[in-house]
């Protein structure tokens, strides 16, 4: 399945017309060692799987991608789609298989596989079924690509970002789940629809678990360098804390109102991972609210949770958290939400 049908082998008796169409010129050196290969695989070709994908193709963030998924047919024409779009294309290779011995040598590992819940399934059993799902996906991707970075995007993503930390038997470092990264552009986005300017000049962070116990960082949050709450405390402008508990909440729920609308989340995802990759793999060592290990930092001692914080990364993956300034009531709703994963785990047994 790696290779289309179109090889270069097309002239009579298999003839490799790719040496037989260039002359090579004379007195020349092997490629320099120094010329970096850059390979990224998906797990998971489903709606989230493909954006991502596709966001990696359009941004040319990789020389090589890697499509895995148990479903072979599906797999085969995600990959034919994709090659078939190569002359609009920066040039990628595109390779597909159900067996992980693709992904080898990979320098990031997206996993977006997940199972979906069964009408009058428990959440705690989906739960379960996707724990399983990992335990036969995680090990095969440490076992080719040992150095890479683990980047989890399937729900509950803090859980299965842990899940994966202990399967993997990497360094906490090298394993980060997509966290809270689209819930922070969906606030920036909302503050920015507010204050009517460009969400790129919105600093903004939610933190916490990827769900409903998120946590808003009001305190911090700045325009175009302009602290907003102080900016409001200086101006002496009145402002009601339940508007800003309005917004969050429209953050929360954004997700449930997109699937409810076209049955799944896909575009938004792809961008939001599509921004973690480039960040790791082209060491830009910008700021990104994602799943890291949070044991230590702001008084979460409870055990070792994922949950997201926000994280400098580059091409090591977490090279530290940074030192915000919290409220006491954002630390102690940070806990809380560490609470509420550590309870999901509880019941797992892990």
């Known amino acids: 399945m790696q290779k289309s049908p179109s090889a ?6 298999g003839l490799d017309l790719a040496q037989a169409f260039f ?5 020349t050196n092997p490629p320099a060692s120094t010329k970096r290969h850059t390979k990224i695989s998906v797990i998971g070709v489903g709606n989230v799987g493909m954006a991502i994908a596709q966001t990696i193709l359009t941004q040319d963030l990789a020389d090589e991608l890697a499509l895995v998924d148990a479903k072979s047919d599906k797999l085969r024409g995600e990959m034919l789609d994709l090659q078939h779009a190569a002359a609009f294309l920066p040039r990628t290779k595109i390779n597909a298989s159900v067996d992980y011995s693709v992904t080898a040598g990979s320098d990031l590992c997206i996993v977006t596989a997940g199972a979906r819940q069964n009408p009058g399934e428990s959440r705690l059993n989906l739960l379960q079924r996707n724990v399983a799902l990992f335990s036969n996906i995680i090990p095969p991707l440490a076992k080719y690509s040992p150095d890479s970075i683990l980047l989890i995007v399937s729900n509950p993503v803090d859980v299965l970002t842990y899940v994966s930390w202990k399967l993997s038997g990497f360094p906490s470092n090298r394993v980060i789940g997509s966290g809270t990264n689209l819930d922070s552009s969906r606030f920036r986005f909302m ?8 969400a790129q000049d919105v600093q903004a962070f939610i933190v916490g678990e990827h769900g409903d116990s ?9 325009i175009g360098g302009v602290p ?43 961008y939001s991972v599509a921004n973690l990759a480039r960040s790791l793999l082209r060491d830009q060592r910008k700021i990104h609210p994602v799943s890291v290990l949070a044991k230590g930092f702001y008084g979460i001692d ?6 997201s914080l926000p994280a400098q990364l580059g091409r090591g993956g977490v090279l530290g958290v940074t030192n915000i300034h919290l409220t006491d009531e ?3 709703r940070l806990r809380k939400s560490a609470e509420t994963i550590l309870e999901v785990q509880s019941q797992l047994g892990l």
């Open 191 to 198: 503050i920015a629809d507010h204050l009517d300017v460009n």
């Open 330 to 332: 954002e630390v102690q």
């Open 214 to 222: 998120s946590v808003a960082l009001w305190s911090s949050i700045s």
């Open 228 to 270: 907003v709450l102080s900016f409001l405390k200086n101006q002496q402008i009145a402002y009601e804390k339940q508007t800003l508990e309005n917004i969050h909440k429209a953050v929360v729920e954004s997700a449930y109102e997109v699937i409810s609308l076209k049955g799944y989340t896909s575009w938004a995802i792809g």
């Open 23 to 27: 002359k090579p010129i004379q007195n």
């Open 8 to 13: 270069s082998s097309l002239g009579p008796g």
């Open 302 to 307: 409870g055990g070792e949770v994922f949950l």
